[in-house]
């Protein structure tokens, strides 16, 4: 299902006054795709980000998937972790896996505490390990993953309860250009396998190439609506997506 953020505004206290992180943004993601949300530091990209997970409620407006409306401003926190828990995948900036568990371990916790028995998940965890390209480390722990790996660990995990929606931060900020762009690629291409509505935050429009969509915040406005990114052609021709 499509992830649509509804006019959402989200003002903070600050003193004496009021501070607006996010003025009146709509924006719609569909399903199975990527769509890249671009802006300097303090332009609102994570606090939006944080609204469409249920972490912070809005000031005004909605989240809603498809037709459904999960969140507005009244919303319970109890609602708002139930949003997360059945609908949502979350990659943060640092991977924050557990130390003691293996690379297996950590996405069969992950979906144990979304109410499903580890061994029934088994099989599709080793698939997800497998697709992010570390299923030769699945057992093994963080101390002993790359940086790189212990973040493919962590998009594995954050879509072994195969979510509707997939919400990413800042995936590309402790790597290099060429790595950046491998891990873009690989979010965009588990989004499209997955059916996943993607979020992605990002500063660096260099390594997007691979999304389906872009938008740019400044100062908490929509800069630039939603717009298309290549897409491919049979035969794997890269082409430009039509306007619209």
Do not use: N
């Not at 990209?45 to 409306?69: H, N, Q």
């Not at 507005?72 to 924050?96: K, N």
């Not at 915040?217 to 430009?240: H, I, K, Y």
Request: hydrophobic share 40%.
């Amino acid at each position: 299902m499509d992830l649509h953020l509804d006019r959402i505004t989200l003002v903070y206290p600050d003193g004496t006054s009021t501070l607006t992180a996010v003025d009146d943004v709509s924006l719609t993601v569909p399903a199975g795709t990527t769509t890249a949300l671009l802006g300097p530091s303090g332009s609102g990209k994570s606090s939006l980000l944080a609204v469409a997970a249920g972490l912070t409620p809005p000031t005004s407006g909605r989240v809603r998937l498809g037709d459904e409306v999960a969140l507005t401003p009244t919303t319970s926190v109890a609602e708002a972790t139930r949003w997360r828990r059945d609908h949502l995948g979350v990659v943060f900036q640092a991977p924050r896996l557990l130390d003691s568990l293996t690379a297996l371990e950590q996405l069969e916790l992950h979906a144990h505490l979304r109410g499903r028995r580890p061994a029934t998940v088994r099989r599709r965890a080793l698939e997800l390990l497998d697709a992010v390209g570390v299923a030769d480390r699945a057992h093994h722990r963080p101390a002993q993953l790359s940086g790189g790996q212990r973040q493919r660990v962590a998009i594995a995990r954050a879509l072994v309860g195969d979510p509707a929606v997939l919400l990413v931060d800042e995936p590309t900020s402790a790597l290099d250009h060429d790595r950046g762009v491998r891990v873009v690629e690989l979010i965009t291409s588990l989004a499209r396998e997955t059916g996943a509505a993607t979020l992605l935050v990002s500063h660096d429009a260099s390594t997007l190439d691979p999304v389906d969509a872009t938008a740019r915040l400044a100062d908490g406005l929509l800069e630039s609506p939603a717009r298309p990114q290549r897409t491919e052609a049979p035969g794997g021709r890269c082409v430009s997506a039509p306007a619209g």
